[in-house]
């Protein structure tokens, strides 16, 4: 299959790594892989922040980009939710030619990166091992828009020496929300506090997630405490070999 | 402006008075107990509803339906409980609705007057109006009244005195009651409020209440509670006067047996009400001899006219969406500036004012969607929240900073050329933040961020340079 990779722009600039990985792991189950190098953004923090004329920019730009592609994978849940979630409408309302049937025929072929290997893939064990103890944050656009209920979790009890383990009130949001953490920073770094107990209160080395987003405000706190455990991608789990 | 909301039109930003509140270590005690005790209560009755989901569905249709037919509901409601032998009122907004009330207490020559679950009144600033009339309120639900007596402000939709613990309340009740000695045990200070409050309500002629729902085919009010103070309330006086958002009114009685299913579970994790009062205007011989509505628009019809958003009054006040809110659960209620508070106060009080005030509330939420989730009504409150947000930058009211560094932005990912400069420049920029590879300290409004968070520095090569090196290898 041929799978075009929307990496998303934070990804592009801070987590190159995390792209890498969903490149080697694609490559590795035989799929061919390709990065359209005039994509950038979908438009998430625009839209989120209340700017909707440069979000539909950007979605016009993501949308001519990706309109051939068989497939799209994006290794970010909140990307993906921001498509599902908010795409159609924003089409709609640009009264564009073509836009809002573009968005409609494209928008099934968009994956986030764990849905492409469970649902459209159909693979959960890619011969990953990382021998380490492993706690899932679950991102609130992975739990609530994309629903995307345990196919992370399958992916990495699959992976060999793995522990998965399980935080308290996994559920609740981290509290990073975009532009919220810094446009109220003070109640973003609270509700990350509570995230952090939880976390912490596991023991495990590593926290993962399908989103870099949360796993940079969480590992941006983990970091200044100078705890042991470190963030990590899913991708970047799942790269792994022995 | 004529519409206004309680004292939110010069209440701080929620950024500014979220930090104070977040200092309160009490408060936050407080607070992640009792959301956590009804949540939990919440999630266990709610589990045990198989039709809950249908159940929701309902409300929404129903609520739906309502708003887009209110003016012939209205009509309606007014002719069934004249009826009945009641007065109805409407009242365009704030100053109106307490001209009213104040001069149906006075005609009477009544100088005192008992109140309860009526969180509208306090959207009008009723006691103000009362006070300088010269009428003394008692409020006397039992939360509104600690929050009474110790001049506080409400912090929780349905348990508005959730900042007090008990300590608190037994120095402020030995206080304000008089009482030489008081324990400071449930039944000790039950036992004080239910003295203070009996008195009351043997002696006091007027009262007035909210409205859980107003019914439009009989012109019955219904109000639920858990104390039986209500109760007392609607039933010992000789007249009543019970004040009613616009948005209160549901087509039908037996449109009851899905809201009386929702709203308890919702609200205090109960599958029912200890106390339901439902009456329709006046019975000779029983109850208040004089029945008087008052109908609130006070900015309603407004948000009515907004299709994206006029779900807002779809509200029936349950709470759930407050102990479900994760920047709720740390700031409490106070952040919010007004009686509404959480995230049906952040999409609620801004457009009750037509956005010309508390425009930080819409940005008060991290978007995670637990408030839809637990809406026994199905409020998109996310998407809402976007839409006001939107309409805060169109109107040009978006800080200066804000907005040109999303322009900036913009145009960073305008393209791949622009893009890759932007790249060279955020990786010039962070040089002398930086330390040790990662950011420890950034200025103006990230300076957030690094308080208590590090930043990775930037890696040498991005994605796109690093694809664009492997294509040139591969090619060769």
């Known amino acids: ?48 922040t209340g700017y909707q004329s440069d979000a539909l920019t950007l979605m016009r730009r993501f949308v001519s980009v990706f309109r051939e592609a068989e497939v799209v994978c994006v290794p970010s849940s909140s990307c993906v939710a921001m498509m599902r979630d908010h795409y159609l409408k924003l089409a709609a309302q640009a009264s564009t030619p073509g836009l809002e049937a573009d968005v409609k025929t494209l928008l099934p072929r ?45 992916l990495l009890r699959k992976v060999r020496g793995l522990t998965l383990v399980e935080p308290a009130d996994g559920e609740d949001c981290c509290g990073f929300g975009g532009t919220f953490s810094v446009k109220n920073a003070d109640v973003s770094a609270a509700i990350l506090a509570a995230k952090i107990q939880g976390l912490l209160a596991t023991g495990a080395e590593v926290c993962t997630a399908v989103d870099n987003s949360c796993l940079m405000h969480i590992g941006g706190a983990l970091q200044r405490q100078r705890t042991a455990m470190r963030t990590l991608h899913l991708a970047e789990i799942l790269a792994t070999s022995q | 402006m004529s519409v206004r909301v309680g004292l939110a039109g010069t209440a701080p930003g929620f950024p500014e008075a979220a930090k104070t509140l977040l200092s309160n270590t009490q408060l936050r005690h407080n607070l992640r107990h009792a959301t956590n005790v009804i949540r939990k209560k919440r999630e266990r009755v709610v589990a045990e509803m198989p039709d809950w989901q249908d159940l929701r569905n309902t409300a929404h249709e129903i609520k ?6 209110l003016d012939t509901y209205l009509e309606q409601f007014e002719m069934a409980c004249v009826r009945a032998g009641g007065h109805v009122h409407w009242a365009r907004d704030a100053d109106e609705a307490n001209r009213i009330i104040v001069g149906l207490i006075q005609e009477r020559g009544h100088k005192e007057v008992i109140k309860v679950k009526t969180m509208t009144s306090d959207e009008i600033q009723l006691n103000t109006a009362l006070q300088s ?20 402000q409400p912090s929780h939709i349905v348990v508005p005195a959730l900042h007090r613990n008990r300590m608190e309340i037994r120095k402020l009740f030995l206080e304000k009651m008089g009482l030489e000695s008081l324990g ?30 107003a019914i439009a085919e009989t012109g019955s009010i219904c109000v639920v509670e858990s104390e039986g103070n209500a109760r007392m309330c609607t039933t010992l006086p000789e007249m009543l006067i019970t004040l009613v958002g616009i948005e209160k009114i549901i087509p039908k009685f037996r449109d009851l047996e899905v809201f009386l299913q929702l709203l308890p579970r919702s609200a205090t994790g109960e599958r029912m009400n200890p106390y339901n009062s439902i009456w329709t205007g006046v019975t000779p011989g029983s109850g208040p001899q004089a029945f008087h509505v008052v109908l609130l628009d006070n900015g309603r019809t407004k948000i009515l006219t907004d299709r994206e958003s006029r779900a807002t009054l779809d509200c029936i006040r349950c709470g759930a969406c407050l102990n479900a809110c994760p920047v709720y659960r740390q700031t409490g209620g106070h952040a919010y500036g007004s009686i509404y508070s959480g995230p049906i106060g952040a999409i609620l009080t801004p457009q009750l004012q037509s956005m ?40 040009g009211d978006a800080p200066l900073s804000e907005r040109i560094a999303m322009k900036s932005a913009a145009v960073a990912l305008s393209g791949p050329r622009l893009l890759r400069i932007a790249h060279a420049a955020a990786r010039l920029g962070q040089i002398p933040f930086k330390k040790g590879g990662a950011i420890r300290s950034l200025p103006g409004m990230l300076a957030g961020w690094t308080e208590v968070r590090d930043l990775s520095a930037i890696p040498k090569q991005s994605f796109r340079d690093w694809w664009k090196e492997r294509e040139r290898a591969k090619a060769k």
């Open chain 2, 356 to 395: 010309e005030h508390s425009q930080t509330l819409p940005y008060a939420s991290s978007l995670c969607g637990a408030c839809y989730e637990v809406c026994p009504v199905k409020i998109d409150i996310p998407e809402i929240l976007l839409r006001l947000r939107n309409r805060i930058v169109s109107n």
């Open chain 2, 64 to 69: 739906n339906h309502v708003l887009r037919h």
């Open chain 1, 110 to 154: 968009i994956y986030e990166f764990s849905e492409l290997l469970t649902d459209k893939l159909g693979v959960e064990d890619i011969g990953a091992f990382f021998p380490h103890e492993v706690v899932l944050h679950v991102s609130c656009h992975a739990l609530r828009s994309l629903r995307l209920g345990d196919k992370p979790a399958r």
């Open chain 2, 184 to 213: 400071d045990r449930p039944e000790d200070l039950t036992e004080a409020a239910r003295q203070y409050l009996r008195e009351r309500f043997l002696r006091v002629k007027t009262g007035i209440s909210g409205a859980n729902f």
């Open chain 2, 133 to 152: 009339a010269g009428i003394t309120p008692y409020e006397t639900d039992l939360a509104d009244l600690i929050v009474q007596l110790g001049g506080d």
């Open chain 1, 1 to 48: 299959m041929r799978i075009s990779l929307f990496v998303t722009c934070y990804n592009d600039l801070l987590f190159p790594e995390t792209g890498k990985a969903v490149v080697a792991i694609l490559e590795r189950l035989g799929h061919e892989v390709d990065f359209p190098i005039a994509q950038t953004c979908c438009g998430q923090m625009h839209y989120n």
